[in-house]
């Protein structure tokens, strides 16, 4: 029999790398034939040609310029009449809309994975341009395979998807033996995961370090993700300055591998403004560090509040929870335990797999 070909499309970087990565590495090799069309990046790149994937780079032009848009469109429809694929699976809003239209245009099928739904990012008239390009296209999804149950219901109420064309399979990671966390050492890390931009909103991030500083001046807030769209950098430099936090705040580099990251923290807080279902969220429960997020979709479809984390709407939530955490090392394990035990039984890769492998056998 032979195998499927897959095209997968996406113009983003993060989460949908990673959710592409996992497709790729572990779906099975004697039934499906990748090709992937994605911007410039060494790692992606040298990951697919050790796998003998065929990757075709379109690098993404943020300023939306319509003659880039146009020769990008052009290209894609050209990549996929050589490729030929039986499917296509279009990732984010700029991969999702560009693949849609190319799929018009070729008449192939395709599944849409919208990875957060980016009119959610802006108020306005920005906010409505997004939404429309999101309707505009939604005819030409054969299925939206959402990785979240909020994500679900966006597509469903919000943009009037058919419930028969939206399905989920949730984001999962691979379930690994780690040391157990180190619950009974004081307090002193506070991690965040995620690029210098509006949606991971690290400005709040921020905000809390100073709050809380002066009453815990030994602790270090620390983000791991800047060098990818440092759209806040300036900002964030600006504030640290100001508030003279540089004893307290640090900002390292995006890394590929985060596990040592996540094994110095002893918290991890998410102030994100939406997500739709954060890999660095399951990775830090995954490590038995206890969580507190902000509540949004993707965050909520994860933490039980006060069960195997915490969700916060302001900075004073924020505060107390991590002020909880610190003063109380039994609810610290209590939390981390539960975590960990929630993201082994619902987020595993090898069960996701088998759902998308379904999918593409189906569709």
């Avoid at 995961?193 to 100073?210: C, E, H, S, V, Y």
């Avoid at 003279?244 to 995006?254: A, D, M, P, T």
Wanted: with cysteine; net charge positive; aromatic share 10%.
């Amino acid at each position: 029999m032979p195998k499927k070909k897959i095209l997968h499309i996406t113009l983003a970087t993060g989460g949908v790398k990673t959710y592409v990565s996992h497709v790729l590495e572990h779906a099975n090799a004697g039934k499906f034939e990748f090709v992937v069309v994605a911007p410039a990046n060494e790692l992606f790149e040298a990951f697919c040609r050790e796998r003998s994937i065929a990757y075709y780079i379109a690098d993404l032009d943020r300023n939306n310029s319509l003659f880039f848009n146009l020769e990008l469109l052009f290209r894609m429809i050209r990549i996929i009449k050589k490729e030929k694929p039986d499917l296509i699976h279009a990732h984010s809003a700029k991969g999702g809309f560009i693949g849609r239209l190319a799929a018009k245009f070729v008449k192939t099928r395709l599944i849409y994975t919208p990875h957060a739904f980016s009119y959610l990012s802006f108020v306005g008239l920005k906010r409505m341009v997004f939404y429309l390009m999101e309707y505009m296209v939604k005819k030409q999804t054969t299925l939206l395979l959402a990785i979240s149950h909020t994500e679900a219901n966006c597509a469903i109420y919000q943009l009037g998807f058919p419930k028969d064309s939206v399905s989920v399979i949730l984001n999962s990671i691979s379930i690994i033996d780690l040391a157990e966390h180190d619950y009974a050492r004081p307090i002193q890390q506070i991690c965040m995961i995620g690029r210098l931009t509006i949606q991971k909103n690290p400005m709040l991030f921020l905000q809390i370090a100073k709050k809380l500083v002066g009453k815990y001046p030994h602790l270090v807030f620390s983000i791991l993700g800047a060098g990818i769209h440092d759209d806040l950098k300036t900002e964030i430099d600006n504030y640290v300055e100001h508030f003279q936090l540089g004893k307290n705040v640090r900002i390292e580099n995006w890394a590929a591998h985060s596990s040592k990251f996540l094994e110095q923290a002893d918290l991890y807080v998410s102030t994100s403004v939406f997500e739709g279902l954060p890999f660095s969220l399951l990775e830090a429960m995954l490590h038995g560090v206890p969580c507190i997020v902000s509540k949004v979709d993707g965050n909520i479809d994860v933490i039980q509040n006060n069960e195997n984390g915490f969700s916060c709407l302001s900075i004073k939530e924020f505060c107390e929870k991590i002020e909880d955490m610190i003063e109380n090392q039994g609810l610290r394990r209590q939390i981390g335990n539960a975590g960990r035990n929630y993201v082994v039984q619902y987020h595993n890769i090898a069960s996701a797999i088998k759902k998308l492998e379904e999918v593409y056998q189906n569709i």
